[in-house]
């Protein structure tokens, strides 16, 4: 196991954790009427979350054999982690947040599908819909105008349903739908990668439990062979 993998177990639930905490946080902003002081609060605490998602990704850079490799292959990442340093970027901490809950609760419960089929659907929905509620609450011609209204679009949205009764009027919320439609595809995609990599699994064992059975029996055989051969052997033997 190389240092960059041992980082990346190590680290798995701490960052996991670390972002559920930017989660809370960020709800907490858009949901809640929160005093100054309280924002003040969330604030400070999403921004030292995303360092730390920030010391993260540097961690596995510095530690991954290939680097420049690394780097390419993870640009998305390195992006993420930049560009919310920019204000009206700041919601791209949302994905880094995703990426590092799936890293650790993906791999923990990938082999059951409809758990892991649940909470990446459900994580998604509902960054998405705080995301979209925030960008349009304030907007005179914004439909979106409640948590609930945000999260029936996002539904509506990730399933390629798209009523229509609700749709974003700003850039920002336009933008967060096109992330969302390319996230619904790539969750289908990874749903249906997921499902068919669990029953190839369970086929392969059925057939590895199958051989072994089978080579058992062979083997019995064969040594039934052998037995009933010796006996021939001696019944053939001259008696004196």
Known sequence: MTSQEQWERRTEWPMAVVA?????AYSCE??????AGWAAVCSALMSGTWLLFVIDYVARLYLAERRVHWFFRHLHEFVVVVLPAIRPLRLLRLVAMVTVMQRAIGGAIRGKVLIYTISTSSLLLYVASLAMYEAERDHPDSTVNSFGEALWWSMTTVTTVGYGDYSPVTTTGRLIAAALMIGGISLIGVVTATIASWIVEQVAEEDKAKQAATAHQIEELRHEVRRL???LAQDRVPSD
């Not at 559920?20 to 809370?24: E, G, N, Q, S, T």
């Open 30 to 35: 858009v949901l809640l009427d929160l005093s």
């Open 229 to 231: 051969t010796d006996r």
């Open 20 to 24: 559920f905490a930017f989660l809370v």
